[in-house]
């Protein structure tokens, strides 16, 4: 029978592109989205792939939405926790708001799917839970206090439940992209993307979302339970950890 997985943020950009991969690999993919109806429904159109609108920040509505999943396509077997926003400032300017929805929807998210995700894959003896943090996370980024520290989170939970996992059948990776040409990078001043970004990535290019969604499709399988606890880096170079 074919696996279930959900993907949060899976109607666009990095998302999108590992919700197309899992499906074309023979997947039944929930794509999961937060406020853009539109973007999900051409989405869902284009693909075929079932979207589930819910907030990723509200435990309650994650439960509800992984149960809804599960009522509908059967029970879960991979979790991709990308989705994830910005909130720039420099730290002198940064408010109490934009600290709170960065660390909500990009760190406290991991806790409140893949919690409820997390007892019937204990009991399958089978899970796959693939975390996308961000090379910010690992080196920090100035105007990014906010999403380097909910970034450098979601690796510390990945290495963590990783240990709880392990004799359970259920593999925690954790996938650091470098910047990527979605619509969170195209947003990006031109002049700073071409002289102060470009420059500083030693294969020269943005990479592309289907460059991280071939490592979340092998993180997925079979072939990859041996990797546990770790943290891919895919950033053309430009940060080794
Ligand atoms: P996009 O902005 O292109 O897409 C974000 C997706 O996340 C959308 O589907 C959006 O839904 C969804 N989303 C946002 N907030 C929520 C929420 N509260 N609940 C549910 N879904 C939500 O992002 P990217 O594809 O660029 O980034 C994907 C992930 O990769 C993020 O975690 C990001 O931090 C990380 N990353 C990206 C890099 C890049 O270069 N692009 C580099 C490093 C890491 P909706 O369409 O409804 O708004």
């Known amino acids: 029978m074919s696996r279930v997985a959900i993907v ?11 919700s197309k991969a899992l499906k074309d690999a023979g997947y039944t993919v929930a794509a999961n989205y937060a406020g853009n109806d539109a973007a999900a429904e051409a989405f869902r159109e284009e693909t075929g792939i079932a979207v589930y609108k819910w907030d990723v920040s509200s ?6 939405g992984i149960a809804k999943v599960e009522a509908d396509l059967g029970p879960l077997r991979v979790l991709v926790n990308n989705a994830g926003i910005t909130r720039d400032a420099m730290f002198h300017k940064m408010t109490p708001e934009q600290w709170s929805a ?18 019937g894959m204990r009991e399958r003896k089978f899970g796959r839970v693939i975390n996308i943090s961000s090379i910010n996370g690992q080196k920090g980024q100035a105007g990014q206090v906010n999403y380097s520290s909910a970034k450098a989170g ?6 963590a439940l990783a240990q709880e996992g392990a004799r359970v059948g259920i593999t925690v990776n954790a996938i650091c992209p470098g910047y990527i040409g979605t619509e969170m990078v195209r947003a990006i001043d031109e002049k700073v993307l071409n002289e102060r970004i470009l420059p500083q990535i030693p294969v020269g290019r943005l990479g592309e979302p289907e460059e991280i969604a071939r490592t979340v499709l092998f993180l ?3 072939e990859a339970g041996f990797i546990t606890g770790s943290t891919l880096s895919i950033n053309g170079g430009q940060h080794f950890a």
């Open 8 to 18: 949060t943020g899976g109607t666009r950009g990095i998302g999108a592109a590992v």
């Open 59 to 64: 435990y309650e509505a994650c439960a509800e």
């Open 102 to 119: 960065v660390i909500n929807t990009n760190l406290n998210s991991l806790f409140n799917m893949t919690r409820p995700a997390w007892d």
């Open 154 to 159: 979601d690796i510390g939970f990945t290495k």
């Open 220 to 222: 997925a399988s079979d």
